[in-house]
């Protein structure tokens, strides 16, 4: 591990995050430029070829459906067929739907708490049918469950969509409380992977499993309880401390909006350093890190450029000297090891999607996926939060490679930031992998400086935005360390010969 060079790993990071390459979007030439970086220095390491075959590259569709917000139209109807429009950007806002020209449908209206069903846990569709119906639930969780991972996973409105679609609901209308809709014209659009047999990779939005699917906010809500004879405040209480309180709404719901498609294509960079064991090289860990960023957008004090410097170049770049090391160092795995650069991570987690749905390798011989998401190596790197390893025995190759490196394992920090399903590890764990996301810690060696306050300020500034340059602030000490940390983690797990299980009844596991 003393051969990680800092050196090499700005290198990177000022490569990825020059002007030359405006802000790596998917399907432009300066995403095109990374994609080819990436790969001359997989040939220069001699990493091994493993996307499409024989190809460094793993092609996919990303499809972007964007709504005619003149289409739009909603409707409520009661038993005595009085119908009731249902103002666009007023009442409600509809999902892009990834492949029907023209969502439409009605049905029944169900109320279902917050849409949510936790095996031995609680559920808001005991005792209910949806099937052939249009649910209503609210965002987030109820109260009870510990873990971030857990809380940010159920929120999660794709989850709740695709459990309304398990339970047969034809639509599903996502109730936001204080979301008032301050924009009176939208553009609404949304980014799938999608195959040539037009599967969509999941994703955490609206993947069109359903006839439809809207957001509204609370005054439809309040204007749905006025006349179902049941009080809102009383339910909402009893919600949150796990009460089932759902019915169904004396009303019909309709919904119809038209939809336009376009698509293009992107790539993820897939690479391999080949196992040194007989057996276990059939088996692969997997190191991820997305390789896009944003684009170009509003410029800020002259500069449209929104670079990624932190997001995501400085994890591409952790990735790249971790092949190296495995490559030009003494450490030969026993499982083999995948460096996989993902696209469209800033879409929707998309590239990583699609590729833990439909991996360039054989999907069972995958034992577990070490993701790498803008490391914020700002300030020396004394603590960490393993997001997602405290589901399974990942969490033992965490203490080991900690423990090595004298850092202090932390909970997370900041559980309102729903991280664990905004970065690629989460398509890894409902594919059914056991994953993490290796994220700063709070720990300081300066008395009296407040790290939690400090990286807010930062993120303020830097996080998408033009400001997220190589100009900004970097620690290439705690990227060193943070390079060592996940090179330890998965070398570990390459040389365990039990490959990483679930822990007993855990949730993600059971899915």
């Known amino acids: ?89 007023i009442d409600f806002l509809p999902y892009a739907h990834p492949f029907s020209e023209k969502a439409s449908g009605s049905g029944k209206l169900v109320f279902v708490g917050y849409g949510v069903d936790i095996p031995d846990f609680y559920s808001d569709y005991d005792g209910i049918d949806v099937s052939g119906k249009v649910v209503v639930f609210l965002a987030g969780v109820p109260d009870g469950i510990s873990a971030s991972t857990l809380i940010s996973h159920f929120s999660s409105a794709g989850n709740k969509m695709n459990i309304a679609a398990e339970k047969g609901a034809i639509g599903a209308v996502l109730v936001y409380p204080i979301n008032s809709f301050p924009n009176p014209n939208p553009t609404i659009q949304s980014t799938v992977g999608v195959n040539p047999e037009k599967t969509v990779a999941y994703s955490r939005g609206f993947n069109g499993n359903l006839d439809f699917a809207l957001t509204a906010n ?70 991820s890190a997305h390789l896009d960023h944003v684009g170009i957008g509003r410029a800020v004090n002259g500069d449209s450029i929104y670079n990624g410097a932190h997001d995501n170049a400085s994890g591409v770049a952790s990735l790249l000297e971790i092949a190296r090391i495995y490559t ?65 025995s990942i969490m033992n190759n965490v203490k080991f490679a900690a423990d090595y490196l ?46 939690d306050a400090f990286i807010k300020t930062w993120r303020a500034k830097y996080y998408h935005q033009s400001a997220d340059g190589m100009d900004g602030i970097f620690d290439f000490g705690a990227a060193k360390t943070y390079v060592q940390l996940n090179f330890l983690i998965s070398y570990s797990i390459a040389q365990t010969a039990a490959r990483p299980e679930w822990n007993e009844g855990d949730l993600f596991g059971i899915k």
Request: glycine share 8%.
């Open 1 to 89: 591990m003393d051969q990680i060079d800092t050196t090499t790993i700005r290198n990177h990071i000022a490569y990825l995050a020059d002007d030359r390459l405006l802000g790596r979007k998917p399907g432009t030439e300066g995403y095109q430029l990374a994609v080819d970086y990436v790969i001359s220095e997989f040939k220069k390491m001699g990493v091994q070829p493993a996307g499409d075959p024989g190809q460094f590259t793993q092609k996919l569709i990303l499809q972007n459906t964007k709504v005619d917000n003149g289409s739009a139209k909603a409707f409520l109807s009661d038993t005595k067929g009085n119908v009731d429009s249902l103002g666009f950007g």
């Open 218 to 287: 609370n005054s439809f809500l309040s204007q749905l309880f006025l006349n179902s004879g049941k009080n809102l405040t009383e339910t909402l209480t009893a919600l949150k401390s796990r009460k089932n309180s759902s019915f169904e709404f004396p009303f019909i719901l309709g919904a119809s909006y038209s939809n336009s498609f376009s698509q293009f294509e992107s790539e993820n960079v897939v690479g391999l350093i080949p196992g040194s064991d007989s057996r276990l090289k059939n088996e692969y860990v997997v190191h």
């Open 328 to 392: 030009k160092g003494k450490a030969k795995p026993k499982r083999s090891v995948l460096i996989v650069l993902v696209t469209a991570e800033e879409m929707g987690l998309i590239g990583s999607a699609y590729f833990a749905s439909n991996p360039t390798v054989l999907k069972s011989a995958i034992v577990a996926n070490v993701n790498t998401d803008m490391p914020t190596v700002i300030a020396p790197l004394l603590s960490i939060v393993p997001l997602g390893a405290e589901h399974s």
């Open 406 to 451: 004298g850092l202090e394992v932390e909970g997370d920090p900041e559980p309102e930031q729903n991280r664990f399903v905004r970065s690629d590890q989460y398509s890894f764990v409902v594919n059914g992998i056991p994953a993490l996301h290796i994220k700063y810690g709070n720990k300081t060696n300066v008395p009296g400086f407040d790290m």
